[in-house]
């Protein structure tokens, strides 16, 4: 049984545009493969932008790696409600997706108890605004981010003693206090299939920078996380109000207190961090299973 697994040119095996942090996709495919396959289960590559036919013989398929839907949003959630509306069951699902497309989604977790970083949401900003929000946040240090994007594609860092005043953003923006538990501690990502949990890592920027990717220089380590960690992680799932995700990727940061404040809750293309969680194959292939069988 053929099951998608969509990509984009950044991160499609023989693409001529390849990302630099392509190998995190092939990490992650060679991960699920191997798992799946010994349940009857195909992983096909493929470009979401792909004809809806070329889908046909795809119960079901893996959002996966389309790194690049943030700057084309509406023609993916078009794609996406275009696939189920073929039949196909998407995971995680269109509507799911699109809550999660949009980083308000953290205004309904915090509604819902989850315990956030304190945020001033924009539809623009402009330099007024940062400097507002030194005043609001009590701090030197502003962290601005699109709504929409991943990847920390569109993030800055403003500093109150250098603040560029011609500085803009023409797009819906979040404004957030910079933490330097960042830098000392690290951001927690938390990963579950079908609620289960898999396995947890901390994410560590290189020396002078905030960001965790592996594009900025970052790196990680697997975590066994503590009782009261992994139970504020499981709070975050738990406050999702939509059906549960086949997969989430839960990121974290240490608050001044000590608990653990959300940053993200990861559940469109998350990478999967599979080289830290050696039973996330076999766990993806048993939710799979379970899903086709409903």
């Known amino acids: 049984m053929k099951i998608g697994f969509l990509t984009c040119p950044g991160t499609h095996p023989g693409s001529p545009a390849r990302r630099d942090d392509a190998f995190e996709h092939d990490y992650q495919v060679e991960a699920l493969r ?38 084309a949003e509406q023609e993916f ?16 699902s269109a509507s799911l997706v699109r809550w999660n497309s949009r980083k308000t989604y ?8 989850a315990a956030t970083i304190p945020t001033i949401w924009l539809e623009r900003a402009d330099s ?24 920390a594609e569109g993030q800055s860092i403003h500093n109150k003693a250098s603040l560029d005043q011609s500085w803009t953003m023409d797009q819906p923006m979040m404004l957030q206090p910079f933490l330097p538990q960042i830098q000392s501690d690290g951001e927690y990502s938390f990963l579950f299939v079908d609620g289960q949990f898999s ?5 560590l920027p290189t020396a002078g920078d905030y ?37 989430a990727r839960i990121d974290m940061v ?6 653990l404040l959300v ?16 039973k996330l194959g076999t766990l993806m292939a048993e939710a799979i299973e379970r899903r086709l069988a409903k």
């Not at 396995?199 to 994410?203: G, T």
């Open 263 to 278: 940053m993200e809750a990861e559940l469109i293309e998350p990478y999967l961090y599979p080289m830290q969680g050696p």
């Open 128 to 151: 007024r605004d940062i400097a507002s929000a030194f005043d609001q946040f009590e701090g030197n240090t502003v962290v601005a981010k699109r709504q929409v994007g991943a990847g």
């Open 106 to 113: 953290l205004r309904d977790l915090e509604d819902r108890g």
């Open 211 to 247: 960001r965790v990717q592996s594009l900025y220089g970052g790196s990680e380590q697997p975590l066994d996380p503590a009782p009261t960690d992994l139970a504020a992680a499981r709070a975050i799932i738990e406050a999702i109000p939509h059906e549960l995700p086949l997969y």
């Open 77 to 92: 959630l078009a794609q996406l409600d275009a696939l189920e509306a073929a039949g196909h069951q998407i995971c995680n």
């Open 254 to 259: 240490r608050g001044e207190d000590g608990g």
């Open 34 to 71: 191997p798992a799946m396959a010994a349940r009857g289960q195909e992983l096909v590559e493929i470009d979401w932008r792909s004809p809806i036919g070329a889908f046909a013989e795809m119960p079901l398929i893996l959002i996966g790696t389309p790194w690049d839907y943030h700057d």
């Open 199 to 203: 396995h947890a890592l901390v994410k």
